[in-house]
C-alpha cells in the first residue's frame, strides 16, 4: 500500500518562496509519474506540475518558470520549489503517484499567499 505525506505549507507573502516536499512509502516510486496538483477555494483540482521516471517534467501554464518540481528516488520524495508566489497561488496542494492500477493521493497541505 502506498502512502503519501506531503509538508512545507504555511503562510508566506507575495513574491515570497515555499519548498512542498511529498515522501511516499513503498517501492514504485522511482518506476511512476509523480505530481502535484492544487485545490482552491470553490475551484476544481488542477494540475501544477508532473516528473515522470524518465526525468521529464510538466508544468502548468500558471506556473511556468515560478515552479520547479524534482524527486529524490533515493529517497522516496518529490519536492516542489515554488518562487515568486501570488495571493491566486493559495490553494491546497497534493501529492499524486500515478501507478498503472491507480492513482495515490496526500492529504494535502495548505498554501496561503497573503500579505
Known amino acids: 500500500q502506498v502512502q503519501l505525506v506531503e509538508s512545507g505549507g504555511g503562510l508566506v507573502q507575495p513574491g515570497g518562496s515555499l519548498r512542498l516536499s511529498c515522501a511516499a512509502s513503498?517501492?514504485?516510486?522511482?518506476?511512476?509519474?509523480m505530481g502535484w496538483y492544487r485545490q482552491a477555494p470553490g475551484k476544481q483540482r488542477e494540475l501544477v506540475a508532473t516528473?515522470?521516471?524518465?526525468?521529464?517534467?510538466n508544468y502548468a501554464d500558471s506556473v511556468k518558470g515560478r515552479f520547479t518540481i524534482s524527486r529524490d528516488n533515493d529517497k522516496n520524495t518529490v519536492y516542489l520549489q515554488m518562487n515568486s508566489l501570488k495571493p491566486e497561488d493559495t490553494a491546497v496542494y497534493y501529492c499524486?503517484?500515478?501507478?498503472?492500477?491507480?492513482?495515490?493521493w496526500g492529504k494535502g497541505t495548505l498554501v496561503t499567499v497573503s500579505s
Open positions: 513503498g517501492s514504485i516510486f522511482r518506476r511512476v509519474t
Open positions: 516528473s515522470t521516471s524518465g526525468g521529464s517534467t
Open positions: 499524486n503517484l500515478h501507478a498503472v492500477i491507480r492513482d495515490y
